[in-house]
């Protein structure tokens, strides 16, 4: 059966405990950057043995990381990729030594996910975020210029021929997530993650029983008008799975409640099903609901508490009925 889980940032904070109190169990964890747990490097095996164990001292299995060590220069092929790449490739081997099954990565140059507005009025006057492409056609390019997708591509490759046959030998599956949103160019940077057959290419670059994806549903439904038909036809390739959903086009979206989207959520918890997943979903990109703060768009407590709730309440009735 597939497992809910949420992210949880690595320093305790109340919100662990009502993950908690909904029946969780699992986590998706992050690197400790802050240095909370020390000095030591945050893909370093002591680091990632204390964040481990914080997580498991407050009764959650971690079944994630997502977050990653610096990658501009690797996915730029700049000097300095190579130091990099080894310290993905430290992460990934302490991930393997500590029982961390799945690490879930990403390749969009310089920028990670990004929109246009983060207090988009919802339901209830809820707040969400959205994608405007047209604001962003006039925007100046990044310092490092245009940026091919080719050059994306190359610099995947030689990232997979050094990390995967460490994840191999470690037992740890590298997830990629989705560009987000799919478009490309930005700001003079190409995208490559951001289309169903680039995700096949991506299948095929570095042929591995490691290499395989995170199925991000708010940025697929934009790639597909049949995502169930996604999820059967990558079947033992998805390691993780986002669940969220969005109204629109990759050119403009805005995000939505988990059961107000243009998804249907219950024929692609089928799907998971069907093709017996059984890996971790989490919900993501929430709205802001009313008496909490907007600081994090997207990460709203009060609105990770409804989405929790609801993809349960889907998961009962979907496994229920065989």
């Known amino acids: 059966m597939i497992q809910i889980a949420e992210m949880l940032p690595p320093v305790y904070s109340t919100l662990w405990d009502l993950v908690a109190q909904c029946g969780l169990r699992h986590a998706v964890g992050a690197l400790d950057f802050d240095g909370y747990y020390g000095a030591a490097p945050p893909w370093s095996y002591t680091s990632l043995l204390r964040v481990k164990n914080a997580y498991e001292d407050r009764g959650f299995e971690l ?4 977050s990653r060590p610096p990658l501009t220069k690797t996915k730029l092929g700049l000097p300095g990729r190579d130091e990099e790449i080894d310290a993905v490739c430290e992460l990934i081997d302490g ?6 099954p799945v690490w879930c990565y990403e390749w969009m140059p310089v920028m990670n996910w990004l929109r ?23 925007a100046p390019l990044t310092d490092y210029g245009e940026v091919s997708e080719a050059q994306l591509w190359e610099s995947l490759h030689y990232f997979l021929e050094r990390a995967l046959p460490v994840a191999e030998a470690a037992e740890v599956k590298l997830a990629m997530h989705p560009d987000d949103p799919p478009l490309s160019p930005i700001r003079g940077l190409g995208r490559i993650m951001r289309s169903i057959e680039n995700f096949q290419r991506l299948l095929e670059l570095a042929p591995s029983p490691m290499s395989g994806i995170a199925l991000c549903q708010g940025n697929f439904a934009l790639m597909t008008d049949d995502l169930p038909a996604a999820i059967r036809r990558f079947r033992d390739k998805i390691f993780f799975v986002h669940m969220r959903d969005v109204a629109g086009t990759a050119e403009r979206f805005e995000e939505t409640f988990h059961d107000a989207g243009q998804t249907d ?6 799907a998971y099903r069907d093709i017996g997943f059984g890996g971790v979903l989490r919900p993501d990109h929430v709205p802001t609901m009313a008496g909490d703060s907007n600081s994090r768009a997207g990460y ?11 993809l349960k309440g889907i998961r009962e009735t979907v496994y229920r009925a065989g």
Do not use: K
């Open 265 to 270: 959520m219950v024929a692609c918890m089928r």
């Open 95 to 100: 991930m393997g030594r500590l029982g961390i």
């Open 116 to 138: 246009t507005s983060t207090t988009i009025r919802s339901r209830g006057g809820a707040l969400v975020s959205g994608y405007d492409h047209s604001q962003m056609l006039n």
């Open 300 to 310: 709203s407590a009060i609105g990770r508490l409804f989405a929790l709730g609801y």
């Open 63 to 66: 079944a994630v990381i997502e």
